[in-house]
């Protein structure tokens, strides 16, 4: 069994870090343009006067950095070669991601808002996979090219986990829909073209059947923003939304009427792999950081390092980091192998350790870096913030854990491929 990288994913890794001294990195060191990443990051980035959404300086650097790596062919790397892509792997993506965390908080990768160098376009995938030929017409350029985007409203009020139980509802009128209820955080939709809502078109509460994917231009009469969250993590750009009697055309159904929970599972798998990817490279930024800072500091006339108080918590974080890591490779060349369902187990698996892990290795961090570790002058705080988040988001640990276990007791079946 060979644990090698592929040779042309590991230059790449080396083309990308070459990409980002010569371009970006200068663009992250103009104008000030370090106010982003340095202490004042949060206050920078965020419009305390429009609702605490983000800037519109920071969102324009974040626009001409992926301009940046477009015009270089980083930004479509995952991309098929017909978009400009380079036809890359579930397995090159998790490397990629990680490799981009792991080298910390810059304007090459930052997971805040899922910016990166290189693209983490699912909505582009979605579209190829599920998209009509009228949509893929409107939509896969500027998908492609990152100008344009879309939302993704699936999460209610009263229904977040128990997604199956929305009370958002759409009713055939003739050749249209009326769609009447509420979402919440709907991010992104500021700054979104469409809105892909999810309704319940047929069926009762809990059936997986039942549920239809429509993609709403977010300027549709009845599509009104009422709120935006504030989080732990700033700026925001979580909305809460209601529809109210909202009539869209037959066409703007998203895959097959009533099959929409598929384009979720989808939507999760793929993006899972990748989040956790993210979190394990920010996980060993700060246990590589945490031992060069042990290494240099000097209470008591000699090293942190030296104490096994400092030694045995980073050892522990650093070898789950080496067993995730494996894991991780595994599943995602499994993916590319097998198919985007056929590790759902390993995906949940993977996801749920990976963020927990980034969590327990940035509060390490802050506890090995003192009170220089918990003030904003080290990233360690911004990670746990943004991290912290996705112990819930998209399927929180208990779900990632009861789906993990629905396999292992036999209450769910491994040969299924989507479930719906």
Known sequence: MDFELPDELTAYLQELDSFIEAEIIPLEQQHDNIRFFDHRREDARTDWDRGGLPSAEWEELLARARRTADAAGHYRYAFPKEFGGRDGT?????????????????????????????????????????????????????????????????????HGSDATHMETTAVRDGDEWIINGAKTWNTGVHIADADLIFARTAGQAGDGRGIT????????PGFQVEEYLWTFNMPTDHARISLTDMRVPNSAIFGQEG???????????????????????????CIDQSVAYAKERKPFGKPLATNQAI???????????EMLRALIHKTAWSMDTYGTFAVSEQVSMCNYWANRLCCEAADRAMQVHGGLGYSRHKPFEHIYRHHRRYRITEGAEEIQLRRVAGYLFGFMDRTAVKGV
């Open 213 to 220: 994917a429509f993609l709403v231009p977010t300027d549709t």
């Open 90 to 158: 579930n397995l090159g993506m998790a490397v990629i991601r990680e490799h981009l965390a792991k080298r910390g908080l810059g304007l090459h990768c930052d997971l805040q808002n899922e910016h990166a160098i290189v693209a983490n376009n699912v909505g582009l995938m979605l579209m190829l996979e599920y998209g009509s030929d009228t949509q893929k017409a409107h939509w896969v350029d500027g998908l492609a090219a990152g100008a344009k985007f879309f939302a993704f409203a699936i999460t209610e009020p009263e």
């Open 311 to 321: 030694q045995f918590p980073l050892v522990e974080l650093h070898t789950q980091c």
């Open 259 to 285: 099959r929409g929970l598929g384009v979720v599972q989808h939507f999760f798998n793929e993006n899972r792999i990748r989040q956790a990817a993210s979190s394990l490279g920010a996980a060993q930024y």
